[in-house]
């Protein structure tokens, strides 16, 4: 199952960090739309952030797949935290559609914390 983990500022609930763990298992290697489906989602957010917004988000991978973190950088403000947030969100919402129609291959939960 792929688990998706969104830390959320607790004041005003900007996202401040997300994380992808694990596998679909949908179906095999090369063949699991699921697993296709949030890896484009999720790595076209980091290359559209990186490609818009003047610093790209801090993001740790694994090599082999089944792992992919990204967190706001500290420098983000104005119209670039504006524009980040937006791209971020528009991820959240691509993620949760998949979610509604694979429920049984992929979770979303979110985390609030004090920044």
């Known amino acids: 199952m792929i688990n998706m983990t969104i830390v959320r500022d607790a004041v ?3 996202m401040q960090a997300f994380t992808l763990a694990g596998h679909a298992d949908a179906a095999d ?3 699991d739309i699921v697993c296709a489906g949030v890896s484009a989602v999720a790595i076209g957010t980091v290359n559209a952030i990186e ?3 003047a610093t790209p988000l ?3 991978s694994e090599e082999d797949g089944g792992y992919l ?3 706001v950088p500290d420098t983000w403000s104005g119209r670039e935290f504006e524009g980040g947030q937006l791209l971020l969100e528009g991820m959240l919402v691509a993620i ?3 979610q509604e129609s694979y429920g049984d291959f992929i979770e979303v939960t979110e ?3 004090e920044v």
Do not use: F, P, Q, R
Request: proline content about 0%; glycine content about 14%; charged content about 30%.
């Open 96 to 98: 949760n559609g998949i």
């Open 69 to 71: 973190h990204g967190a």
């Open 29 to 31: 290697y090369g063949e």
């Open 12 to 14: 005003d609930h900007t």
């Open 111 to 113: 985390k609030y914390k």
């Open 51 to 53: 490609a818009l917004c």
């Open 58 to 60: 801090d993001v740790d």
